[in-house]
């Protein structure tokens, strides 16, 4: 049995989802519900299920960071969208970061069932691919560049979130938690992408800032510190010197010179 679960902030779209439709006349059993999207990752990151219902826009959410880390974290879950947002573009990025259902509400019965047959027939053609004589190169590819862009996707995200909060204290967990995957996954994924680790890319950007900062012969070395996000001058000073191959005051003294 296909394991199914529902997530949507209206409570009438979970519980008729979860009654109208026969899951058992397609293999399926509902195996949880969410009301928002936090508890829903919870629940998927729980159950591991085969199939999900999800609305993309819910409070407090990114839907499509959601869609991203789902299809990370879970690959071969079959995900379907629920939602009364019509956008083209955003509706062709889920699509390009491995949305299987795009479906507009209101939507109608059969359509459902036909986005939960479409599903379960995706399912059964992925079991023979299990046995390793059966595994073709053009699905493998087409999992991977699906894959691939849901975690490009993640990444460039995560990058931007780097750049317009360096000067806070940004850790691997707070960012991994704002981009809704793992600490491990994000990771991953940042050393796949850029060849570089969350440390080493956080610290590019703030020398990099701090480079510019220090043009101004107003600020001390110490307010470049701290307007750049360390809180420890003497980090700052180790680490600027490791990126700049000089220190900040001869950094500073180079460019004013």
């Known amino acids: 049995m296909y394991k199914v679960v ?12 979860s009654r109208v439709i026969k899951w058992e006349e397609y293999g399926c059993t509902l195996a949880g519900t969410a009301y928002d999207g936090a508890e829903g990752l919870q629940v998927i990151n729980e159950i591991n299920p085969d199939i999900i219902f999800t609305d993309i826009a819910m409070p407090g959410m990114n839907g499509l960071q959601m869609i991203a880390a789902i299809r990370v974290e879970h690959p071969d ?21 491995g949305v299987n259902r795009f479906l507009l509400k209101p939507s109608n019965l059969s359509e459902i069932e036909e986005a939960v047959s479409a599903m379960t027939d995706m399912l059964k053609a992925k079991k023979p691919r299990m046995e390793p004589d059966s595994i073709t190169k053009e699905s493998g590819s087409e999992e991977e560049h699906t894959e691939g862009n849901a975690g490009s996707f993640i990444v ?31 990771s991953k994924l940042l050393n796949k992408h850029t ?3 969350f440390s080493e890319l956080l610290n590019e950007i703030r020398v990099r800032e701090a480079k510019k900062l220090l043009k101004d012969p107003s600020l001390r070395v110490g307010d470049v510190a701290e307007m ?15 990126y700049a191959g000089m220190s900040a005051n001869e950094y500073r003294n180079k460019k004013l010179g």
């Open 228 to 242: 750049v996000g360390f809180l420890d001058i003497a980090h700052f000073s180790r680490v600027f010197k490791q």
């Open 156 to 186: 460039r995200n995560a990058l931007t979130y780097m750049e317009e909060n360096y000067q806070d204290k940004v850790t691997l967990s707070d960012l991994a938690d704002k981009m809704y995957v793992s600490q491990w996954h994000l």
């Open 195 to 197: 060849k570089k680790s």
């Open 6 to 17: 529902i997530i949507d902030d209206e409570a009438i779209i979970v519980e008729g989802l």
């Open 77 to 97: 879950t079959m995900i379907a969208i629920l939602t009364g947002y019509r956008d083209f573009d955003y509706a062709q990025t889920a699509i390009r970061l």
